[in-house]
């Protein structure tokens, strides 16, 4: 998987590609994005995951802490499962 960029112009685009048919390991790329030094960049992908599955997070670290504990309650096309 390629690795978040921390270049604007490379990162915004990787972001809108994650975003439109997303999968697991789609999401968890964004993450990497929440920590971006460019505000656009960590605004964007924090965007992007909140639309995905409704949460919202400050950190990488904090982001993926809490899909450790809560990614199995998604399927690979990140709809909840039961």
């Known amino acids: 998987a390629p690795a978040a960029s921390e270049y604007p112009e ?10 439109v048919d997303p999968r697991k390991q789609d999401l968890v790329i964004l993450f990497d994005y929440l920590g971006n030094p ?3 960049v960590s605004e964007s992908a924090r965007g992007s995951i909140d639309f995905m599955i409704d949460q919202s997070f400050a950190t990488t ?5 809490w899909w450790a504990a809560n ?3 998604f399927d690979d096309e990140l709809n909840p499962v039961d």
């Open 10 to 19: 490379v990162a915004l685009p990787a972001i809108t590609e994650l975003s």
């Open 38 to 40: 460019d505000p656009e």
């Open 61 to 65: 670290d904090e982001a993926r802490s």
């Open 71 to 73: 990614g199995k309650n």
